[in-house]
């Protein structure tokens, strides 16, 4: 389902920016607030597709 691919790619490249944190990337304060507003960002992205995902869904089934 298109749903789970998007969640998988979103959830690849959130672990891939906390590693980042946990292994010391990011040089400077800058930098590390700029890896945890991508985080962050990622994270609404991916609970606001599934509110959209869901509410779609639950739409789709009350119509039938």
Not at 21 to 45: C, P, R
Request: glycine share 6%.
């Amino acid at each position: 389902m298109l749903w789970e691919e998007i969640q998988n790619s979103l959830q690849k490249e959130i672990e891939g920016l906390k590693n980042s944190l946990a292994y010391g990337n990011a040089s400077d304060y800058h930098s590390y607030m700029n890896i945890v507003g991508k985080i962050s960002g990622l994270e609404w992205s991916q609970q606001e597709i599934k509110r959209l995902v869901n509410t779609m869904v639950y739409e789709d089934n009350e119509e039938d």
